[in-house]
């Protein structure tokens, strides 16, 4: 009997353990590359040696890696996907027009590039251990066949030599965008060996948006004509041979003889590497104290002062918001992180982002992505919501976080109290853009399951608002299941456990679960897996025996707990708490000015419940379900009873 007690807490304690650390494997690289960049013909030659650890338990008989260029050709899947959704109606305009469903970055831009705008990569060799391997190009993905499997926790390197022209800017990367004036903006530029996880390969093609890498070391070396200036991931290892503001402070820079300079960069810990260049880049550099350095790259085309200011402005706002981002969300673990003008919206990037122009609001949703997509590297293609709507919820919060700041600085300032005070009437506070663009697809009916592969969307809009605000929803709505504070740790807990490892939706779930006590999987269940609806509302309300009694009733399809406050003629409040079913628990008490009474949990099978009060029907003055507007009901006209006696 001891020795199986013995037997059990080892095995219990060795069960408790995993779940605090998580250990899922993950594949490894090591990506050493040389490129050449010829500015008079926007091609470039390049050589690659990719060392890869197979740290699966799986025998590998081939591999993939992404072309992405391939796609800016005329019919790619790109170019044929954004055709045809360009001729679904989405609604109507103002004039009673059909509202087609256009990327208006791509549209049919592709069809008509000509042949020195159009974007290629080409693989002209490939070996795996110095053996020429056998390889097939299908549009953006190339699929190689090895000669000799790759073992489990085995390394083996490949070596490759390519050539690319760089497109016409339509979408992320590209050049000669006319918005910006940026000549180069080089995202997806080299051959990218797909991801190889516990569900196998994700050979995904490059039709229109997410990514998904492997995580590793990046050494990069880029020449290219000596009066262009680069920025983007990684860490320059010859500043003092480069300049151009990177160089150690009162350092004389000295340059190479030649008409080109050799950009040498090292990137630990990523999953991508991407640079933009151009010729008139200005180069602001912030360095913050015990934290990374922040650069920020732009083009002022037009000379016009106002850019200049903005874009100061942007780095100024960078070290003011990260000790708020760092204390919410966990610490930005790299040395720099620059914001590069470039691409044609906005795109995150390991250690950088792409910006089209100086939006604070943009650079906060980028930077933000360092957390989720750079650290907590999520297959994008399947959990676009985990990706874009925890980002834009982020970005609200940074935005808010930054405007109450500058105003505190400087209450006279009429536009800055004018956000505030807005903000302030919003509800739910900080996120109320994403509920209603969340209701706008609602009432649409073209909302699809955010269980959605991101290219499978059946439209742009279903895609954007999913993504976007139901995905940034899902945790504004999780606090108000668990608490805010909850959530909060829920986050950090998060980022704690699975930063540098590709977390999934479940693995989430579980980190919620923990931290909060409570049941969830039912929340995911029917807010990612379904479209069904949030409903309730307020039946009718009588006495009995000197009581007040309330029935509510469940009108949509999906249950959630309910808050109600009441307000009663003295003015005093109290706040009703029916917990969900589901949850085997309840949330703690968020508000400890409001009394909280808390009844039996309401079973989603029964369409009403019904609570008593302790004081007289006359007593009441006002009931109202979730006045703090976090559920997302979508019909919120019968939540609230004003009573006049």
Same mark, same amino acid.
């Given at each position: 009997m001891?020795?199986?007690?013995?037997?059990?807490?080892?095995?219990?304690?060795?069960?408790l353990?995993?779940?605090?650390?998580?250990?899922?494997?993950?594949?490894?690289?090591?990506?050493f590359?040389?490129?050449?960049?010829?500015?008079?013909?926007?091609?470039?030659?390049?050589k690659? =040696?990719?060392?890869?650890?197979?740290?699966?338990?799986?025998t590998?008989?081939?591999?993939?890696?992404?072309?992405?260029?391939?796609?800016?050709?005329?019919?790619?899947?790109?170019?044929?996907?954004?055709?045809?959704?360009?001729?679904?109606?989405?609604?109507?305009?103002?004039?009673?027009?059909? =509202?087609?469903?256009?990327?208006?970055?791509?549209?049919? =831009?592709?069809?008509?590039?000509?042949?020195?705008?159009?974007?290629?990569?080409?693989?002209?060799?490939?070996?795996m251990?110095?053996?020429?391997?056998?390889?097939?190009?299908?549009?953006?993905?190339?699929?190689?066949?090895?000669?000799?499997?790759?073992?489990?926790?085995?390394?083996?390197?490949?070596?490759l030599?390519?050539?690319?022209?760089?497109?016409?800017?339509?979408?992320r990367?590209?050049?000669?965008?006319?918005?910006?004036?940026?000549?180069?903006?080089?995202?997806?530029?080299?051959?990218?060996?797909?991801?190889?996880?516990?569900?196998?390969?994700?050979?995904?093609?490059?039709?229109?948006?997410?990514?998904?890498?492997?995580?590793?070391?990046?050494?990069?070396k880029?020449?290219?004509?000596?009066?262009?200036?680069?920025?983007?991931?990684?860490?320059?290892?010859?500043?003092?041979?480069?300049?151009?503001?990177?160089?150690?402070?009162?350092?004389?820079?000295?340059?190479?003889?030649?008409?080109?300079?050799?950009?040498?960069?090292?990137?630990?810990?990523?999953?991508?590497?991407?640079?933009?260049?151009?010729?008139?880049?200005?180069?602001?550099?912030?360095?913050?104290?015990?934290?990374?350095?922040?650069?920020?790259?732009?083009?002022?085309?037009?000379?016009?002062?106002?850019?200049?200011?903005?874009?100061?402005?942007?780095?100024?706002?960078?070290?003011?918001?990260?000790?708020?981002?760092?204390?919410?969300?966990?610490?930005?673990?790299?040395?720099?992180?620059?914001?590069?003008?470039?691409?044609?919206?906005?795109?995150?990037?390991?250690?950088?982002?792409?910006?089209?122009?100086?939006?604070?609001?943009?650079?906060?949703?980028?930077?933000?992505?360092?957390?989720?997509?750079?650290?907590?590297?999520?297959?994008?293609?399947?959990?676009?919501?985990?990706?874009?709507?925890?980002?834009?919820y982020a970005?609200?919060?940074?935005?808010?976080?930054?405007?109450?700041?500058?105003?505190?600085?400087?209450p006279?300032?009429?536009?800055?109290?004018?956000?505030?005070?807005?903000?302030?009437?919003?509800?739910?506070?900080?996120?109320?853009?994403?509920?209603n663009?969340?209701?706008?697809?609602?009432?649409?009916?073209?909302?699809?399951?955010?269980?959605?592969?991101?290219?499978?969307?059946?439209?742009?809009?279903?895609?954007?608002?999913a993504?976007?605000s139901?995905?940034?929803?899902?945790?504004?709505?999780?606090?108000?299941?668990?608490?805010?504070?909850?959530r909060?740790?829920?986050?950090?807990?998060?980022? =704690?456990?699975?930063?540098?490892?590709?977390?999934?939706?479940?693995?989430f779930?579980?980190?919620?679960?923990?931290?909060?006590?409570?049941?969830?999987?039912?929340?995911?269940?029917?807010?990612?897996?379904?479209?069904?609806?949030?409903?309730?509302?307020?039946?009718s309300?009588?006495?009995?025996?000197?009581?007040?009694?309330?029935?509510?009733?469940?009108?949509?399809?999906?249950?959630?707990?309910?808050?109600?406050?009441?307000?009663?003629?003295?003015?005093?409040?109290?706040?009703?708490?029916?917990?969900?079913?589901?949850?085997?628990?309840?949330?703690?008490?968020?508000?400890?000015?409001?009394?909280?009474?808390?009844?039996?949990?309401?079973k989603?099978?029964?369409?009403?419940?019904?609570?008593?009060?302790?004081?007289?029907?006359?007593?009441?003055?006002?009931?109202?379900?979730?006045?703090?507007?976090?559920?997302?009901?979508?019909?919120?006209?019968?939540?609230?009873?004003?009573?006049?006696?």
């Amino acid at each position: 009997m001891k020795n199986f007690l013995c037997l059990y807490l080892l095995i219990a304690t060795f069960s408790l353990f995993a779940i605090a650390q998580p250990d899922r494997w993950q594949q490894r690289v090591k990506y050493f590359m040389d490129v050449k960049m010829d500015v008079s013909t926007n091609q470039f030659k390049g050589k690659q =040696r990719l060392e890869y650890t197979n740290n699966s338990p799986d025998t590998l008989y081939k591999v993939f890696y992404h072309l992405y260029w391939n796609a800016f050709q005329p019919n790619s899947m790109m170019d044929t996907r954004s055709r045809e959704l360009g001729k679904i109606s989405i609604g109507k305009g103002r004039n009673g027009q059909d =509202r087609l469903d256009w990327d208006d970055r791509v549209r049919d =831009r592709i069809l008509n590039l000509k042949p020195d705008e159009i974007g290629y990569q080409k693989v002209l060799s490939l070996k795996m251990n110095g053996i020429a391997q056998t390889f097939k190009e299908e549009e953006t993905i190339l699929e190689v066949k090895l000669t000799k499997p790759i073992l489990p926790k085995s390394t083996v390197a490949f070596d490759l030599q390519f050539e690319a022209q760089v497109p016409l800017q339509v979408r992320r990367s590209g050049r000669d965008n006319p918005q910006t004036g940026v000549r180069y903006s080089m995202s997806q530029w080299y051959p990218k060996l797909c991801e190889y996880d516990y569900e196998g390969w994700h050979p995904t093609p490059y039709v229109a948006r997410e990514f998904y890498g492997v995580w590793g070391d990046y050494d990069v070396k880029i020449s290219i004509d000596k009066n262009y200036i680069i920025g983007g991931t990684g860490y320059l290892q010859n500043a003092n041979q480069i300049g151009y503001g990177y160089e150690t402070p009162g350092t004389k820079v000295i340059r190479p003889a030649g008409d080109t300079l050799t950009w040498h960069f090292i990137a630990p810990n990523v999953h991508d590497f991407m640079w933009a260049a151009d010729p008139q880049y200005k180069h602001l550099v912030r360095n913050i104290p015990n934290g990374p350095v922040i650069n920020v790259l732009y083009k002022n085309k037009n000379d016009d002062p106002k850019q200049d200011t903005l874009w100061t402005t942007l780095a100024d706002a960078a070290v003011i918001v990260l000790p708020f981002i760092e204390k919410n969300f966990g610490k930005y673990p790299y040395k720099q992180y620059s914001f590069v003008h470039g691409g044609d919206g906005g795109m995150e990037y390991p250690m950088a982002t792409l910006l089209a122009g100086p939006s604070l609001g943009g650079a906060f949703h980028e930077w933000m992505h360092s957390w989720y997509q750079m650290m907590l590297g999520t297959n994008e293609s399947m959990y676009a919501w985990m990706d874009e709507g925890f980002t834009s919820y982020a970005e609200s919060l940074v935005s808010d976080y930054y405007y109450n700041y500058q105003f505190q600085k400087h209450p006279d300032n009429n536009g800055l109290r004018d956000y505030v005070e807005k903000q302030k009437l919003q509800l739910p506070l900080h996120h109320a853009g994403s509920y209603n663009s969340y209701f706008s697809l609602v009432k649409s009916g073209l909302e699809e399951p955010l269980t959605t592969h991101a290219d499978h969307f059946n439209t742009n809009f279903a895609y954007g608002n999913a993504s976007y605000s139901k995905g940034a929803m899902f945790l504004e709505q999780l606090g108000y299941i668990v608490g805010a504070p909850v959530r909060d740790k829920i986050l950090l807990e998060y980022y =704690r456990l699975w930063r540098f490892k590709h977390p999934n939706a479940d693995d989430f779930m579980r980190i919620a679960e923990k931290t909060s006590g409570l049941k969830l999987d039912w929340y995911k269940e029917y807010w990612v897996s379904t479209t069904k609806t949030i409903d309730y509302g307020i039946d009718s309300l009588w006495e009995e025996d000197g009581k007040a009694k309330i029935r509510l009733k469940m009108i949509g399809k999906m249950p959630m707990p309910i808050d109600v406050l009441i307000q009663y003629k003295d003015g005093s409040k109290e706040m009703v708490y029916i917990p969900q079913y589901f949850m085997f628990g309840e949330k703690p008490i968020e508000d400890n000015s409001i009394p909280r009474k808390t009844f039996d949990a309401w079973k989603w099978t029964h369409p009403t419940y019904t609570f008593d009060l302790s004081h007289r029907l006359t007593d009441v003055k006002i009931v109202e379900i979730d006045p703090s507007q976090r559920m997302a009901d979508v019909d919120r006209k019968n939540n609230k009873l004003e009573l006049n006696w």
